[in-house]
């Protein structure tokens, strides 16, 4: 697994948020509820093959999951971290779920002699069934929820009107995306500051 994709990948191919450490993340950012109604942005399956194809260098080699399993996951995975943010219990079902997909394919470790000496990797056992970059998903998600450090990171927009979640690297990142939400509330702040200071556009100048 390498580096995850960058943000502006993410963008070009329709999606306003990505490229989070956790792809787990990731795909949680992929359904937007704080508008009306909910977007789902992996809602056909030629989104959902993009999305997989931008995570791919980053997941186990295998078979692109089908959107029903895919939106499942997510499900679970939102859950688990609004009801973090939200100081709830998650859902049990959405606990179960990440569980069963983290479960449905074993790894273990192998060593590797290249040109540079031996290194070691995972190896993803889908020999009795499941799907390898479910399951690393899952398992990336159960990674951060046991971390007390990452986990305290987690942070939601401070965008009232967006969704999206990200691991915060410093205190001081509040927006999901500096060019989306970062920008746009800069934008209204600057024009509640500005507003009062030009004359009406429905007087004459020079009166009140």
């Known amino acids: 697994m390498t580096t995850p994709p960058r943000l502006e990948d993410m963008q070009r191919a329709g999606f306003p948020m990505g490229g989070e450490p956790s792809v787990a993340l990731d795909l949680a950012d992929t359904l937007m509820l704080a508008v009306q109604p909910q977007v789902d942005l992996i809602g056909t399956p030629a989104a959902v093959a993009t999305w997989w194809r931008l995570q791919a260098p980053r997941l186990p080699e295998g078979p692109v999951p089908g959107p029903e399993a895919t939106r499942a996951l997510r499900a679970a995975i939102r859950d688990v971290f609004d009801a973090h943010l939200a100081g709830r219990p998650p859902q049990g079902t959405s606990v179960e779920d990440i569980n069963a997909a983290a479960a449905a394919v074993p790894t273990s470790p192998r060593i590797v002699r290249g040109e540079s000496g031996i290194t070691a990797q995972t190896r993803w056992h ?83």
């Open 126 to 208: 889908t020999e009795q069934g499941g799907n390898a970059a479910l399951a690393a998903v899952a398992r990336g998600t159960i990674e951060l929820l046991a971390s007390p450090e990452l986990l305290a990171a987690v942070r939601r927009c401070a965008n009232p009107s967006c969704s999206m979640l990200f691991l915060a690297a410093t205190k001081r990142r509040t927006w999901c995306a500096a060019n989306v939400c970062g920008n746009r509330v800069r934008a209204a702040r600057h024009y509640e500051r500005t507003r009062g200071q030009h004359p009406r556009e429905d007087l004459p100048l020079g009166t009140g």
